[in-house]
């Protein structure tokens, strides 16, 4: 048995209708979990405050109840039992009640120590503690536990440099959520290492950005090496480099551990090859996937190696979602690598992109009908909703004078954020920029995801407003008054991205200076709907518009009034094929291209009979009467065989949106 084999003992069906679960550290939400008990008929959800669920309880569980109908609910409080003692009594009254923690899972290793992993990590430690048996452990000894049975770490293995960098890139390059206080104690015990002496260990342990940043500067002056002695340009040339970064500047690129994360930072964009070595040594070694070669053959050349790369990295239905958001950002940079070639340079890989296009659709398609329903419970900032909270979270801990703003690019793909990414750290080189992944709510639409964003809660929380983006503002403002915030201290703005809309921004900031500011910045979802040379054409108009420096200006004049920055985009896009346009008068609530929302199932059900494939969404976290269609695969709802860029749907790039922290580096 694993851990949740063992939580699971408690959820079979037809037992009680409704429980109630005491559960303060989070074990019920942990994805693979929460998957299992919805799988065993249960609905899952998490308590944040008694107005919000009574809501929910009075719209669709008591009246179902008594109905007789079969509905079984598990409501999440993410707290002690007295906070269980306080709930409604006509909630206690009928409930079973239960209480799950991991003291009681892992009675043997110190609770404080544990409780600071990722739930997704109690597999390895509970096979840990199975496999070793050990005694009762302190703080100390479980830390050293988990570091070597979970994260695979033993500091004193890691002795040479060609140690702490296979160390550094594993950790890094998978994204590994080492806690806070395991960070503290690696940068501790390596600092006693006289080898290490001079390393950034604070800097680059923690920080992938910054590690990346170490990496990046140093690699000139390892192709210099590697270059000769002879090479006198090439060598006054990296000589010009500067490392603003201390530790050694010559880094074991070459061992065979270090190489192969250095060979797939290159190919996935992570590292950005450098310009003007022309050394024959290079050209002829591994070292030549980090040299800027012409345009036209660094495009071809990380596309062919990316392609045969994802193509064996697909993620199945299984698999958590951090799979998926892993894969997302590595296909963006495939994405926009295609759609930069020439017409001439596709055919050599157009059987092989479309291939792999097909099967991601497919694979995603299968994965979200099978697990999307559990993101919304899932703890940290997994879906756009989940934004707002990890921005208040953020001010809540820090000082009193913290400032944080939103800027929300309407409509834009993740592949188009690594077009508008690249000109932007041109423009603005100082900027450093932390990016993640989030899920867009389904169906991908403005006013049902942006306003998710806003209101910081799932569309059924604004069933009134589902089909319009005019209560943004107020939901934005609502979500702030109820964290305790005046309304001078919260703005919010909409309809920017030309030049001269910067001046809003600029009244804004200098009439009240409010802590919190909500930006939507409209211009891609503009060139979207008035596109017509498909996604390729949609690239470069993003480039055009991000050339144009709004953005850039935008971020700056932020920066220098004191506000951390988040980034993200609502939904993303598609080129998609017309498979018809139904004819069904005025049955459909909204007439989307890639979906068309009907106030009953029965309505939905007579337009899905005439097109195969289509796929009646389960509407997961949406308010009553309000059924989505959605076209199949990379198809619209417009007449046969027309082209469009449109979203809406379920694909990949349409779900999967960016979520950046863009940050300034200090002079």
């Known amino acids: 048995m694993n851990w949740r084999d063992t939580l699971l003992q408690a959820f079979e069906p037809q037992v009680a209708r409704f429980t109630i679960v005491s559960d303060s550290d989070g074990l019920l939400l942990e994805e693979t979990l929460g998957q299992a008990i919805r799988s065993r008929g249960f609905d899952l959800q998490v308590y944040e405050n008694s107005i919000q669920f009574r809501y929910l309880y009075e719209t669709i569980y008591r009246p179902r109840w008594e109905a007789n109908e079969s509905l079984e609910l598990v409501l999440v409080v993410q707290d002690d039992e007295q906070v269980v003692d306080k709930l409604p009594y006509d909630w206690l009254a009928q409930a079973r009640r239960l209480h799950f923690s991991l003291s009681e899972l892992f009675p043997n290793l110190n609770y404080a120590m544990v409780a600071t992993l990722d ?74 290492k006289p080898v290490f002496a001079g390393w950034p260990l604070a800097q680059i342990i923690p920080d992938r950005q910054t590690f990346l940043d170490f990496l990046q500067e140093r690699w000139p002056v390892y192709l210099q090496s590697i270059a000769g002695e002879k090479d006198l340009a090439i060598k006054e040339m990296a000589n010009q480099y500067t ?40 050209s002829k070694s591994w070292a030549a996937v980090g040299v800027q070669q012409s345009a036209s053959s660094d495009r071809t050349q990380r596309l062919e190696r990316l392609l045969e790369k994802l193509e064996g990295d697909v993620p199945n239905a299984d698999q958590p979602y951090t799979a998926w958001a892993a894969f997302a950002l590595r296909w963006a940079e495939c994405s926009s690598l295609w759609h ?39 703890p940290g900032t997994v879906m756009v909703h989940h934004i707002v909270r990890q921005m208040r979270s953020q001010i809540e801990q820090s000082l009193s004078t913290e400032k944080v703003a939103l800027l929300v690019i309407d409509g834009l793909a993740f592949d188009q954020w690594v077009e508008l990414r690249q000109v932007l750290v041109e423009q603005r080189p100082e900027i450093e920029l932390d990016e993640r992944a989030v899920f867009a709510w389904i169906p991908t639409l403005t006013s049902v995801s942006r306003q998710a964003i ?30 305790g915030f005046q309304p001078a201290q919260v703005a ?29 910045v409209d211009t891609v979802d503009k060139i979207m709907h008035g596109m017509q040379l498909g996604s390729s054409g949609m690239h470069n108009q993003v480039r055009q518009w991000a050339q144009q420096g709004f953005l ?33 008068g005025a049955s459909a609530d909204l007439r989307g291209e890639r979906v068309r929302i009907y106030p009953s199932p029965e309505l939905l059900t007579k337009t899905q009979l005439s097109f195969s494939g289509s796929i009646a969404w389960t509407p997961v976290g949406l308010p009553p009467n309000y059924f989505p269609l959605i076209a199949s695969g990379r198809q619209a709802f417009i007449a046969y065989a027309e082209k469009t860029v449109a979203h809406g749907g379920i694909a990949l790039e349409e779900v999967i949106v960016p979520f950046v922290q863009i940050k300034t580096r200090k002079a």
């Open 119 to 192: 739930r997704s990590l109690l597999d390895s430690l509970y096979q840990a503690q199975s496999v070793q048996h050990p005694g009762k452990l302190g703080e100390q000894a479980t830390r050293n536990f988990i570091l070597r049975h979970v994260f695979d770490i033993v500091p004193e293995i890691i002795q040479q440099p060609e140690d702490l960098l296979h160390f550094l890139l594993h950790r890094h390059y998978n994204r590994l959520p080492l806690p806070p206080i395991l960070d503290d104690y690696l940068v501790r015990v390596l600092s006693e």
């Open 243 to 282: 490392l603003s970064l201390s530790g050694p500047s010559l880094l074991p690129f070459e061992h065979d551990d270090v190489r192969v994360y250095i060979d797939n930072l290159f190919i996935e964009g992570i590292l950005k090859p450098v310009e003007n070595f022309r050394s024959q040594v290079i």
């Open 340 to 378: 930069n070639l020439t017409e001439k340079e596709k055919k050599k890989y157009h059987t092989v992109y479309d291939r792999l296009q097909s099967r991601v659709g497919v694979h995603f398609q299968d994965w979200l009908q099978k697990r999307y329903s559990g993101l919304v419970t899932l």
């Open 454 to 483: 806003f209101s910081g809660r799932a569309p059924f929380y604004f069933a009134g407003s589902i089909h319009i983006t005019e209560k943004e503002s107020a939901l934005w403002s609502q979500f702030w008054a109820e964290a």
């Open 492 to 520: 919010y703005l909409r309809g920017l991205g030309e030049t001269g809309s910067l001046e809003r921004v600029s009244d804004v900031l200098a009439s009240h200076s409010p802590r919190v500011l909500g930006i939507v």
């Open 552 to 584: 850039a200006r935008l971020i700056t004049l932020l920066s220098q009034a004191g506000y951390t920055i988040y980034l993200t985009s609502d939904h993303g896009n598609i080129e998609a094929t017309g498979c018809g346009k139904p004819n069904e």
